[in-house]
Structures are given as C-alpha cells and as structure tokens.
C-alpha cells in the first residue's frame, strides 16, 4: 500500500523551468496542525543541474527559498485543516487541494486499543482494532468511502503495517533472540538443570522464615524468564513450603512477586528483547541519538515498584510479620493441627513446564548457560561499542567510560551472539551427558521456540500500533493537549505510572500493557518536557523516569489482576486457590505501589537521586510492616 500523493501537473506561465522539472510529494500521511515535509524533486533534462543552488518559489503566496541537495528540497508546512495547496517556480506551476486528517483524530487508535483493552479484557483484539482504526481513517481522508477504508484499512495492516515492523532489522533481532532463549530456558528446564538448582537451595530451608527466604533466592536465581521462574519455583517449593507449615498463599506471592519484577529489571531476560524494541522505537519517533541499552540502564535508577516489591518480601520474613488476609492465611498454617489434611483434601492439578521428570538434575547444566548468556551480553557490548578513545580519556570517570561504551554498542548482536551460544552449550551438556535423546532435545527446543509465540504476536502488533501513532503524529496531539492544560512535565512519571497499572489490571498483561503504552508516552513524554523549556538534561531524567513507569506500572497492574496470566500461574503452580491468592496479594502489591509512587516516581521527577529515594522508601515498607504487621504464630507439631 502507498499512502503518497506524487503530482507533477504543471500549468505554462512562461520560464525557464517545465512540467517536466519538478515532482512534488506530499507526506504519506496528511495530518493537520503539524509540520510536515513537502519534497520537491528535479527531474528530467533538470536533474542534478539544481545541485547547490537555491531557487526562488512562491508557495500558497509566500516566497520561499528552495536549497536542492541531491536532487532535493524541502519545503515545511503546517497543514491548516483543508486548503488548496499551489506551488509556482517560475513557468513550473502545480496545485492540489488537501484534506488533512484533524489532529484529534491521531489519538484514537491508542485510545481504542486502551478502551477495548479494559472491555474485552484481550490484548490481541484490542491491539489489532487500535491499528485498523488507523488506516481506516488515514484512507477515508483520502478520498475512499467508509467501508472500502474500512476494507482497504484491514488490507494494510497485513501488507503495510505487519510487514514493515517485521522488516526492519532490530525487530526480527528481537524475535531471533526471544526464540532462542524460550529454547534454552525449556531444554534447561527438560534436562534437570533448573531443578538441580532448586534443590541446591531447597536443602537450606530449615523452618518458616528460611523456607521463605530460599523460596525468594530461588526468585531471584531463575531471573531470566517469568514463567519459568513462576513454575519451576512454584512446583518445587510446594512440598517443601507444607512441610515448613508455609501456606499456599504465601508461597503463591513470593512465586508471583519476584517472577515479573526482577524479569522486568534483570538485563538479560525474555523481558528485555521487548523492552529494547519498545524503548527504541520511542527513540527513532523523537530522534534521540541514545542507545536502547543505555536507556533502559539509565532507567532502572527509577524502577521503585519492582525493586521494593523484592526488597518487601525480605522485610517480611526478617520481622516473621505479616498483615490482612495474609496474616490469616499463614496464622492458620501455623496453628490449625489439621492443615496438612486440609492441604490433601484440597489439592489442586498443578501446572508443570514438562511432562517428566527429569532423571539427573544437576544445577550447573542450568548454571553454565545462564552464566554464558549473561557474560557473553557483556562481552558482546564491550566489544561492538569498544571505543579507544573514551576508555584512555583520563578526564572521563570510569562509569562514564562503560556507559558511552555500552551507548554506542549492538546491543542486538551482543543479546543475539550470547543466546546463541548459551542454547549451544545446553545442547552439547545435555547430550553428551545423555539426559535427552537428540530427537527430544530438538523438541524442547522447539516447544520452547512455541513458548515465545504469544510474545512474538503481542510485539509484532505492538510495533504496528507503533507505527500507526508515527504516522499519525498521536505524541504531537497529546504534547500540545497537556500543555494547553499545563499540566507539569515533572508529573508525566506518575501519571503513566497509574495509567499502565489500570490496563494492566483491566488485561491482566503487563507485555500487553507496555505494547499499548511505550509507543504512546515515550515520544509524548519528550515533546512535552521541550515544549515546556526543559534542557536536554532535565528532559532526559523525565524520559528515564517515564521508561521506568510503564514497566513499573504494568507490572504492579498485573500483581493485582485476578486475570493475569502470571498470577494464574503462580496459583496454579503452588497449589493456592486462586482468588485466595489474589486476596492475599492485593494488599502488598498496592502497599508497595503507593510508597513506589509517592515516595519514589514523583520525588524522583523533581530530581531527587535514587540513593536517597531507594532508603526511604525501605525504611517506610518497614515502618508499614511494623504498624500494621502481626507477628505470625510458631507453627505447632502435627
């Protein structure tokens, strides 16, 4: 599909200069209130003759100066909301009469793929009626009836949209790498490896509150995959926990409470391909010359949610409290002579990643990957972003050397090199160790390949919503909006930080969530705070900031959402009933969401460092815990 109009009609008025001369473009996309660019092209006998020079124009009454620079020169114009165009170059004269799209318009598609969101409670529909409402309208103001834009709409979501975001080389990057680490997470899953480590840690958990904190080491061990995490601790930990007279609603949250957050944060995760993608989208929309990796650095500065989220748990199990529903749950595990009948009497079908067992579970088959992934990432970006100069700069500190190593690195190829060969490596432990054949090896790759199939869906709708909002200029409606209701750049963290924690409790996805709203608020966020006067700097901690918010936001929206697919399985693999297990967990997850907000993303805006925020806002979780917390019961015997 082209959206262009490309007219080179002329009308003799006597010069030097023919209908032959010139082609003038008009923007893909008109869109009014915005400047957009009109390209006039030498061709014919004229072409390269203009290289260089300046040339005399009247457009729509106004004299312009036209530089042509290989072959080319721009003219910048602000589209009122329908006009007559008319360009005269001395006897080239060429007029057209434009119906631009009304700005307001721009920010339908984002807001119907929210609104349908929270309705249908389904990311892939919403996503995918937020594009076609787009092309729907780009084509109606093109001229077409409403239902042939409607048809030629639905045509180019496949042919345009789909097809340019899975064209461009950092999103099939992104799809490779998802794909090859949903591979080594199952085969190093199949092979024994991740229960080897649990049963490393298992063996330290001796009563309640070391079952706990080993349930919570082993969170944060398998941080490369939520899922993964969520099963494989949840599953393994079970027995252990009812032996420690843990309740199920306690294993369920420290399974479901440090799955997404240290996935989201950790920087070599199946999180961090979409994050990437996202975050550099956001780029390419404003222009930053910024590393997505360097970014999403700078940004776990403001991550409060998860971090405190983590932190939160140790607090509980150091002071042996714990408060609302939780508090009930565990006194009555601890207490209640009869809880290991009542466990078997209400035991659930749990959800494991394979169908066997595996028969030799040896950690370091899990160890030695994982440990390849994360320094060959490191070494990767060393390398492609290695620059001499910087790194024998003695003016420069050494954090600023890594940081505009890393800045200037492939972070694609380093992620791609490392999985790789991690995935490699888990092949050549497991058969030569023989704990799979080679047929079943290739299929836990494969069912792992299949595992990253519903991620690789939701990013490659995400990248055309994406690409609808470039097109349609949604960032200029919503920058120019909020500032015409002053509202502050220094509250654009919070108010995205509520805005994904509300869809992403109406999904229950936090990668839907961040598909919706990264495209939306990052190039908003920017073009605000420079509109307002920010400097370069200022407008930076912001963007940091609001990056942080999305993924903080969604992730808090998803520990609170009964629908959440990690909160289902972290019920289903601790054997916890489910709404019980949303009940207990609703009242922690907002607790930290309120002091992450208030103590955290909004002090933070105005420029408060994190080593003072990150104290704070442990030192108030601890202060909450110790108000408001009842110290849990010894458990008896029996």
Known sequence: MIFFFSLSCAVFAGGRFTENNFHVTLPNVLVSDVNQKIEIRTVGELFGKLEGQTVKAVFNDEIRELSFEKNLAVI??????????????????WQQDVTPIPLWMSVLPPLIAILMALLLKEVFVALFLGILSGTTIMFYYQGSGFFVAVFKGLLAIIDTYVM?????????AIIIFSMVIGGMVQLITRNGGMLGVVNRLSHLAKDASSGQLVTWLLGIAIFFDDYANTLVVGNTMRPVTDRLRISREKLAYIVDSTAAPVAA????TTWIGAELSYIQDGLNTIGLQESAYNVFFNSLAYSYYPILALVFILILVWQKRDFGPMFKAEKNARINPDFHQILAETETLTYTLTAETPQKPRAFNAVIPVLIIVLGT????????????VWTDEAISFTRKISAIIGGADSYAALLWSSLLAMLVAITLTLT?????????????????????????????????ALVTDHMHTADFISKGLLELSFSPYLVPAFTFILAALVAFSTGSSWGTMAILYPLILPTSWL???????????????????????????????????ISDTTILSSLASSCNHIGHVRTQLPYALTIGLVSIVFGTIPAAFGVPAYILFPVGIIMLYLIIRIFGNKVPLAIEG
């Open 76 to 93: 910048k114009h602000n589209f009122p909301d329908e006009e007559l165009l008319t360009l005269t170059i001395d006897g080239f004269h």
């Open 433 to 465: 160790q023989k704990l799979l054949s080679l047929k079943d090896t290739i299929e836990g790759l494969v069912d792992g390949f299949k595992m990253m199939l519903t991620a690789i869906l939701i990013l490659t709708l995400a990248w055309s919503v």
């Open 265 to 268: 944060i950790a920087f070599v």
């Open 378 to 389: 490191i070494t990767g970006l060393l390398y492609t972003g290695w620059d001499q100069t």
């Open 528 to 562: 605000l705070t420079h509109q307002t006067g920010m400097t370069e700097a200022d407008s930076l901690l912001i963007f940091y900031n609001v990056v942080s918010a999305v993924l903080a936001g969604s992730v808090l929206g998803d520990h609170c959402s009964p």
């Open 164 to 172: 340019q975001s899975l064209l461009d080389p950092g999103h099939m």
